[in-house]
């Protein structure tokens, strides 16, 4: 996957559709790492323009805000895809396809398509939230557990949850500020 500054990743063949194809490739999706094709048997390689970016797990996300942050950039990119064709549900959101420029505090995602009929969005969004959780030393990493808890057993839109976690940041906030008063 990433080496060197480069990520690729070997697809199934016919793991994705034209449309998909023609949106990620024409850089219109700019919430989605720019991506071309190489042809292989049996499939193809998809190799992501990753200028400026790492997967998040090169950082080490320790403070909740941070990844408060990440989260909710994560959940306004999974809702905006639709626009673009691109089915929430079939996106693979991990720390190994997440990226995070650290400059600029832009969240991309390289788009990988789930093709396991098994795996919902729900469970998809949660495992991620693990993944950011492991990391927090603030002590404040409840409010990821009730993120995760609110994903899990609601059935909401992408924008409601996306209210949901800048509900958690304010509180968050509120939160430092009466402890450094």
């Not at 720390?95 to 832009?106: A, I, L, M, S």
């Not at 996306?162 to 939160?175: A, D, I, P, S």
């Amino acid at each position: 996957m990433w080496d060197n500054k480069e990520f690729r990743v070997r697809l199934e063949e016919n793991s994705m559709r034209d449309y998909e194809r023609i949106m990620l490739t024409s850089g219109e999706c700019g919430f989605f790492m720019p991506m071309g094709f190489i042809g292989e048997e049996g499939g193809e390689v998809a190799c992501y323009d990753c200028s400026g970016f790492a997967p998040l797990n090169s950082y080490s996300i320790e403070k909740t805000d941070d990844a408060l942050y990440i989260l909710e950039s994560v959940l306004l990119i999974v809702g905006k895809s639709i626009e673009y064709l691109i089915t929430p549900a079939k996106i693979t959101v991990t720390e190994d396809t997440v990226f995070y420029n650290k400059e600029t505090g832009q969240v991309k995602i390289a788009y990988i398509p789930i093709t396991s009929e098994t795996v919902s969005m729900r469970n998809n969004l949660a495992s991620f939230v693990d993944q950011l959780s492991a990391n927090i030393r603030d002590g404040k990493d409840h409010y990821l557990t009730e993120a995760k808890k609110y994903i899990m057993h609601h059935n909401y839109y992408i924008r409601e949850m996306v209210n949901k976690v800048g509900l958690f940041k304010r509180q968050l906030y509120t939160e430092y500020k009466q402890e450094n008063s």
